[in-house]
């Protein structure tokens, strides 16, 4: 699943925002910073009652996808080495820099944290037009084509203006094809199975894409600029995927939602368990050669 954020195109007269396209825009020329300024200072306390809560409004609701901050601005678990080899790279002092700047942001007075198990929340939020920001999956954007309201796509904001490019994580979750053992021909079976596959991809993928993407589901002529940026920013981590316990890959994500900071020292724990399964995957792979 591909992560990025929604934005709600009309607001309380309070909330007005520049278009969050510009910045994005803007941001790639390395005219100004990234969009995180505008989610700054939107809090507003709708009912009145003293507490900001699910009936108030946010300059962000972090919800489904917030895993896709640590890819965002920059960051990648094993990068390749001159032999195109995966290689453990973490802790950095840039992911923990990005920790710290999305750790304030994420536990803001402006932002609303909703997690995996209270999914339905953020959307009926955002829906509603409670928050200029939604942290999300693409999948939302089919979700939301009911919505009264219209909104927009950007990407994840980079950690900063010295960013090269706007970048996102594709997350792991995906459907898998099983096969009986007792199949009387395995070969066919596996030729069949790899055409449909590339066949999918070559035209259910770009019809999805070109068609429900960026005329059926989006809203407006600048989200289809957006999702060719998002598109182009695609970030396949072998940490990610291989890292099948969530042993280090959640602890970016994990800290900020339960408030443990200390980013590195955690990491740093948990590095030895970590290697052992990366070991495990790259010599299967080494079996292949």
């Known amino acids: 699943m591909l992560l990025l954020l929604l934005f ?39 009912n009145s009652d003293g507490k900001m809560d699910t009936n108030d409004l946010y300059g962000l609701i ?33 992911q923990a820099l990005a920790f710290d700047k999305v750790y304030e942001l994420v ?21 509603n037009n409670q928050g200029l920001f939604l942290t999300h999956h693409i999948s939302s954007v089919q979700r939301l084509r009911d919505m009264d309201v219209d909104f ?10 010295n960013q090269e490019k706007y970048t996102c994580d594709l997350d792991t979750f995906a459907p898998i094809m099983g096969v009986p053992v007792n199949v009387l021909d395995p070969e ?10 590339y066949y999918a991809y070559v035209y259910q993928v770009s019809a999805y894409y070109e068609v429900n993407l960026k005329t059926k589901f989006a809203r407006d002529d600048e989200s289809s600029e957006m999702l060719d ?3 182009d920013g695609r970030v396949f ?53």
Not at 15 to 24: C, E, F, L, M
Request: aromatic share 10%; glycine share 8%; charged share 25%.
């Open 107 to 127: 536990n803001g007075p402006y932002t609303h944290r909703v997690w995996h198990s209270a999914e339905p929340e953020n959307i009926a939020m955002f829906s």
């Open 62 to 94: 972090n919800g489904e996808g917030g895993m896709g901050w640590f890819w965002a601005t920059g960051n990648i678990m094993m990068p390749k080495d001159a032999d195109n080899r995966p290689y453990l790279d973490m802790p950095t002092e840039r």
């Open 229 to 231: 940026i998002i598109f």
């Open 237 to 289: 981590d072998f940490g990610l995927i291989y890292d099948t316990n969530w042993t280090l890959s959640a602890e970016f994500a994990a800290g900020i939602a339960y408030k443990q900071q200390n980013f590195i020292s955690r990491v740093e724990k948990k590095l030895n368990a970590a290697q052992k399964v990366f070991d495990k995957a790259l010599a299967a792979y080494d079996e292949i050669d």
């Open 8 to 46: 709600s195109c009309s607001n309380p007269e309070e909330t007005k925002t520049d278009d969050p396209t510009d910045a994005v825009v803007d941001s790639i020329t390395g005219e100004t910073t990234n969009e995180t300024e505008l989610i700054k200072g939107i809090s507003v306390d709708l």
């Open 188 to 197: 066919r079976t596996g030729a069949i199975i790899e055409a449909l596959s």
């Open 152 to 161: 927009g796509i950007i990407p994840y904001p980079k950690l900063d203006k």
